[in-house]
């Protein structure tokens, strides 16, 4: 397909997805979600391809979703509907994006993430569906929408965390860096940002060399644990609090605020550490 937010190519049995919205630290819009499950669906059905490697153009891996298109427009808008609110068709529309961020989960072909700058909120979403991620040590990944006006839909934190570390970062919607992540088992290593495509790329390079479907075995029976211990029913219940985290009395002042004083003054009101206005 023509990608528009997205560069998508292959070489020596890897396929590069590379998010490509630098002007917006490759924030998510309405496209990039079904372009980032159709280069994962590309990359599968190419039968030269071993390994698959996610990166962003620019600055950052991924800032999360492009809130300033949906929170600082007057008004309804993609993730917030007029009251009262109908909870499952913003399920369908939420579930949908889990599932297209999910094909990185569900590809059996292994997924290197190469994380520098940021991956916020909804870019940690697909940073974490991804096999392996390797940051930046001083890059940034969290998820403060958790905060208000978000929860996170994949639900990945947990699986990766545990629950105590889980809580810790949902809890409060602080960023950590690369070497913490790495130190909490969010994410395989954090290396000098100057190392960073090396590091992957010789990572990428050893995955290569295995047959697919080797790698697709190894796979699948690791994920399976991970289904085996409810990962589909937790994202389910994240995918609808998401929905009610932008309809209840908080998401709806936090939508009233960002549209009065903008979105990036919400943010920093938001995560000032100031309490939360309840709405």
């Not at 958790?146 to 639900?155: I, K, L, N, Q, S």
């Amino acid at each position: 397909m023509d990608y528009t937010t997205l560069i998508y190519e292959t070489e020596d049995r890897i396929a590069r997805i590379t998010l490509n919205r630098p002007e917006r630290l490759n924030a998510i819009n309405n496209e990039m979600p079904e372009e980032i499950a159709a280069a994962i669906a590309e990359a599968g059905a190419d039968d030269a391809v071993h390994v698959i490697v996610l990166a962003g153009a620019g600055r950052a891996f991924c800032a999360g979703y492009d809130l300033k298109l949906f929170a600082e427009a007057k008004g309804p808008q993609t993730f917030s509907q007029e009251m009262p609110w109908d909870p499952m068709k913003d399920y369908a529309m939420m579930a949908r994006n889990t599932e297209y961020f999910m094909s990185i989960w569900r590809s059996h072909k292994p997924v290197i993430c190469k994380v520098h700058g940021y991956a916020g909120s909804g870019g940690s979403d697909i940073a974490l569906c991804s096999d392996i991620i390797i940051m930046a040590d001083d890059a940034k990944i969290g998820y403060p929408p958790v905060r208000v006006w978000g929860c996170p839909t994949t639900a990945m934190w947990v699986y990766r965390l545990g629950a105590e570390r889980a809580k810790r970062m949902l809890l409060t919607g602080d960023y950590v860096d690369g070497v913490e992540a790495a130190r909490m088992g969010l994410v395989l290593k954090a290396v000098p940002a100057s190392q960073l495509d090396d590091e992957v790329e010789a990572l990428a390079q050893r995955m290569a060399g295995i047959p697919k479907s080797q790698l697709m075995m190894q796979k699948l029976m690791i994920n399976q644990a991970l289904d085996n211990m409810g990962l589909q029913s937790t994202q389910m219940i994240a995918t609808l609090f998401d929905g009610i985290t932008r309809h209840s009395p908080p998401g709806i002042a936090f939508k009233n605020l960002a549209e009065t004083v903008g979105f990036k003054a919400a943010v920093q009101a938001r995560d000032s550490g100031a309490p939360i206005d309840e709405g």
